[in-house]
């Protein structure tokens, strides 16, 4: 049986106040049968839609004050795969940071 990860940490954040939240993603969070990440990864992480569903709720429950991302190295097999994995959970916060109006979305002639 599968963790709902995105339901814990919701969980979490309705039971505290965080905000501000310093956001960081180390990619070995992630379940091995994605990629191996570095040398630190393990079984029963988080799926693509795991990490895309939690990213995406952050922004509802706290005010992120800053963004990071780290503990990829890529050289390990499926490097490829988990570092396109990385950039979509990427675009996904920034659009629940637009969605949510914590980051503005401004055009080239603002």
Do not use: M, W
């Not at 995105?6 to 049968?33: C, E, N, T």
């Not at 990213?55 to 570092?83: H, M, N, Q, Y």
């Amino acid at each position: 049986e599968r963790t709902n990860f995105a339901k814990q940490l919701g969980d979490v954040l309705d039971a505290r106040d965080l905000s501000p939240a310093l956001v960081h993603l180390d990619l070995d969070v992630l379940d091995d049968s994605l990629g191996r990440v570095n040398g630190y990864a393990a079984p029963r992480g988080l799926y693509e839609d795991d990490l895309l569903e939690c990213l995406s709720i952050l922004p509802k429950k706290v005010t992120p004050a800053a963004f990071t991302v780290a503990s990829f190295d890529p050289r390990f097999e499926g490097g490829d795969k988990v570092a396109l994995l990385a950039v979509d959970a990427i675009k996904g916060f920034v659009k629940s940071l637009i969605e949510t109006g914590a980051l503005t979305k401004k055009t080239q002639d603002q």
